[in-house]
């Protein structure tokens, strides 16, 4: 049985593939390339590496912009294995083991995002809490230990030399920093962890999802942990004493990333603000950051563009992001004063620092956040000095909140994941005229990306050898031969059609010579 993704091309029925690299106007023939002769093939141009310069043009129209920001979240989607979604189970957190910390308190939870697959961390909460307040949920990203990450005396006494902190405290634990003061801010904070890290142990964060057959299945590490995000995402919600209408995300670096890909499909973040991640420049250095499809002319800027016209601040820093403001912000606020929000963008580049989420650039994050989450202070924007939590004391399990038992390895979590994706792709199968026109909009719209339709010349095509048979109640099944009119050889097709279609078969040659059939 293959999966949703694969099936979309290898059982589609109302797309077929009629030979790659067809040009528009020629027949469908085998060319014979003298010695040293090129063929005309995407593939064989210069290659787009890592550290490229990633170009990205938005359009400049808002009806242009908004078809444009359909297909890319399409895009987005399909490449992290989410179209369609996964079904989202019942979450049951398990939530223990509170900490006191005077104005704020720290608690631990776990609960699984898919079947057998644990999400990790801790939550944040002011002490007093009257009536509805903001949540805000933080991925961490690469550092090191996760979310339990001590910067050491050595380093933290060089942040503090540099300026990059005030306290001895955020330097040797600026995550716990950004956390505690959020939380005395007034928001309920859920700080949790990436695959692999602290305690995300059940496998290693860069091995299991990683073969040829993952990615023909779009199964992959970015995939899970965006996943992963809103089934957080999700837990933050449950909690009573969220606002739903107040919801902000921040993390960075590869807590970045997912700042920008959760606010790119999820409209439930009101704000967002992504460290040293969106540029035109690096991509993501890791597994967990990029997915077969997802870049096809798309780059960070473009991603973190979904966000609009909802307000999104971003920092930068002497590393991949320190041209931000010459080149990103121009192309974000272009998509912004399509709605009349260029304000509601933001762009601070520290480049007298290295990567980082320090407190120079959390200031900035406290200062957006209280104006777009309405937090209604005066000035919140200085750290304060705080009480870290040793981070073995920060862990989620124990003795009495073991990992469960039904905790799944890379290889059982990849089977279970298969297995339902299957199921989602039998129920797809149609056997009536409504059921197919969902069946088009799912399966089709994942083909379109996988395919890398693009823009398209319609060109007529023949039909020999033709037969049908009945299939459900009001569908029909086509099978036979197509062909260029006039010209080409022959390819057999199979289609699944409304038992009234009487329409034709046309070929859709892109502009990188591409081509995929269609029945209309």
């Not at 550290?51 to 920001?69: G, I, V």
């Not at 959390?362 to 200062?367: H, I, L, S």
């Not at 298969?418 to 005229?433: C, G, R, V, W």
């Not at 078969?505 to 059939?517: E, I, P, Q, R, Y």
Request: hydrophobic content about 40%.
């Amino acid at each position: 049985m293959k999966t949703l993704s694969t099936c979309c091309l290898l059982a589609l029925l109302s797309f077929m593939r009629c030979g790659p690299g067809l040009q528009a106007g020629e027949p469908a023939v085998h060319k014979v390339f003298a010695a040293g002769e090129v063929p005309p093939d995407s593939r064989l141009g210069e290659q787009r590496t890592l550290n490229t310069f990633h170009q990205w043009t938005p359009p400049t129209t808002k009806a242009a912009w908004e078809r444009e920001s359909t297909r890319m979240r399409q895009q987005i989607l399909v490449s992290n294995g989410l179209w369609p979604m996964p079904v989202k189970h019942p979450l049951k957190p398990v939530i223990h083991g509170k900490i006191d910390r005077g104005d704020y308190t720290v608690e631990k939870v776990f609960f699984a995002s898919h079947p057998g697959h644990y999400v990790s961390g801790n939550l944040y909460k002011p002490k007093k809490i009257e009536g509805k307040i903001p949540g805000v949920l933080s991925p961490h990203g690469h550092w090191a230990n996760g979310r339990f990450y001590d910067a050491g005396e050595k380093k933290a006494i060089d942040q503090l030399g540099k300026g990059a902190e005030e306290f001895m405290s955020g330097a040797r634990f600026p995550l716990q920093a950004r956390m505690a003061h959020l939380a005395r801010m007034g928001c309920v904070v859920f700080h949790y962890d990436m695959v692999g890290n602290a305690d995300s142990k059940q496998f290693a964060h860069r091995a299991g999802f990683t073969d040829a057959e993952a990615g023909l299945r779009l199964q992959n590490f970015m995939g899970l942990q965006t996943f992963n995000s809103i089934r957080a995402l999700d837990f933050l919600l449950s909690l009573p004493e969220v606002d739903a209408e107040r919801i902000g995300v921040t993390g960075a670096s590869g807590g970045g990333t997912q700042t920008f890909m959760i606010g790119a499909i999820d409209p439930r973040p009101a704000v967002a603000f992504p460290a040293v991640m969106v540029s035109t420049e690096m991509q993501g250095g890791c597994v967990c950051e990029n997915a077969e499809l997802l870049r096809l002319g798309l780059n960070n800027v473009a991603v973190a563009a979904l966000f609009a016209p909802r307000p999104l601040a971003m920092s930068g820093a002497d590393d991949w992001t320190v041209r931000l403001e010459t080149r990103g912000l121009p192309e974000l606020k272009q998509v912004y004063s399509h709605y009349g929000k260029a304000s509601s963008i933001q762009v601070s580049v520290f480049a007298q620092f290295k990567h980082n989420y320090n407190q120079v650039s959390r200031e900035v994050m406290y200062a957006w956040f209280n104006e777009h989450l309405q937090l209604g202070y005066a000035d919140v924007a200085n750290d304060q000095d705080f009480w870290p939590i040793d981070p073995k004391n920060l862990t989620v399990y124990d003795a009495k909140h073991p990992l469960p038992d039904d905790a799944k390895s890379s290889e059982q979590l990849r089977e279970s994941l298969t297995e339902a994706s299957n199921q989602q792709f039998t129920k797809l199968i149609p056997k009536n005229k409504e059921q197919l026109a969902e069946y088009r909009r799912v399966v089709g719209t994942a083909a379109g990306v996988m395919l890398d339709s693009g823009k398209v010349e319609e060109i007529e095509l023949e039909t020999s050898n033709a037969s049908e048979e009945p299939f459900g109640d009001e569908l029909k099944i086509l099978r036979g031969t197509l062909s260029r009119k006039g010209a080409g050889e022959a390819v057999p097709y199979v289609a699944l059609v409304p038992e009234t279609f009487n329409g034709k078969a046309v070929l859709w040659v892109n502009d990188k010579g591409k081509s995929h059939c269609s029945m209309n």
